[in-house]
C-alpha cells in the first residue's frame, strides 16, 4: 500500500507540473527563431497580442474592477484574461480547439481555490524550495539529448514565450519561480490528501476520483462572484 500511496503522491505531483514547461536558463538554453522551429513563431505573435490586450486591464483591483470574487479576494479581468492566454497558447501548439470561455474560468477559479487551501493548511512552497526543485530538474534536463524534439520545443517555447512578454532573462526567471510555486503547492495538497489511504487497499482509479470529488467539493462550497 505504501509503494500505491507513493505513485499517487507522485503522479498527482508530475500532473500538476506538466502544467508549466520545463525551464531552461541561460543561452545555451533558448533557441534562435528559424524556419526548422517545432513551434510557429506565428503563435508567440498572438499570445503577445492577447497579452498585450490583457495589459489593457492592468490596475489596482479595486471593487469596480474585481471581475472575479473568491472567498472575498477580488481578481483583476487582467489577471484572468492572462491565465486565459497561457492556456490557449498551449492549446495552439498542441494543435487542439481551445478552451471555452467558460472551462478556462472553470480552471481559473479552481486553481485560485486550491492555492488558497494549501496556504491554509500550511503546504504552499517557499520561493526557495520552488527554485531548488527548478535546478534539479535543470540539472536532469541538462543530460538529456539536446537534439531531442521534446527538448528543442521546450527551448522554443520559453525563448517565445519570454520575448513576447517582453522579459529580461532574471524576470523570466522570477515568473516561472511563481508558477512553479503554485503548482507544486497544488501538488502537496493532493499528496496530503492521499495519506488518509495508507494502510487501506484502494486502486489508483479509486483514489483519482476521490481527489477529483474532493475538488469539485471545495470549489462548489466556496464562495465566488463573478461580475460580467
Known amino acids: ?3 500505491i500511496l ?3 503522491a507522485t503522479l498527482g505531483l508530475i500532473i500538476t507540473i506538466s502544467l508549466v514547461v520545463l525551464p531552461f536558463k541561460g543561452n545555451s538554453h533558448e533557441v534562435e527563431a528559424g524556419n526548422n522551429n517545432f513551434i510557429d513563431d506565428n503563435l508567440f505573435e498572438l499570445y503577445k497580442n492577447d497579452i498585450k490586450q490583457a495589459k ?7 471593487e469596480s474592477s474585481k471581475y472575479i470574487v473568491i472567498e472575498g479576494k477580488g481578481f483583476s479581468k487582467h489577471d484572468f484574461k492572462k491565465y486565459k492566454a497561457n492556456k490557449d497558447l498551449f492549446k495552439r501548439i498542441k494543435k487542439k480547439k481551445l478552451f471555452s470561455k467558460e472551462e478556462i474560468r472553470g480552471m481559473y477559479i479552481k486553481e485560485k481555490i486550491l492555492v488558497k487551501k494549501a496556504k491554509e493548511k500550511n ?10 526543485y527548478i535546478n534539479n530538474l535543470q540539472n536532469l ?3 538529456a539529448d539536446s537534439n531531442a524534439k521534446d527538448v528543442k520545443m521546450t527551448k522554443e517555447f520559453h ?4 520575448k513576447a512578454l517582453g522579459m529580461t532573462k532574471a524576470e523570466y526567471e522570477k515568473y516561472l519561480v511563481e508558477k ?6 497544488i501538488g502537496k495538497l493532493k499528496s496530503n490528501f492521499y495519506k488518509q489511504y495508507k494502510g487501506k487497499k484502494i486502486s489508483h482509479g479509486e483514489a ?3 481527489w477529483n470529488n474532493h475538488v469539485k467539493e471545495i470549489v462548489n462550497n466556496a464562495s465566488v462572484k463573478i461580475n460580467e
Open 123 to 132: 503546504l504552499f512552497v517557499s520561493t526557495k524550495k520552488a527554485k531548488q
Open 141 to 143: 534536463l541538462s543530460k
Open 1 to 3: 500500500m505504501r509503494k
Open 6 to 8: 507513493g505513485f499517487l
Open 208 to 210: 483519482g476520483r476521490a
Open 159 to 162: 525563448l517565445g514565450v519570454r
Open 180 to 185: 512553479y510555486q503554485k503548482a507544486l503547492s
Open 56 to 62: 489593457g486591464d492592468k490596475g489596482k483591483v479595486s
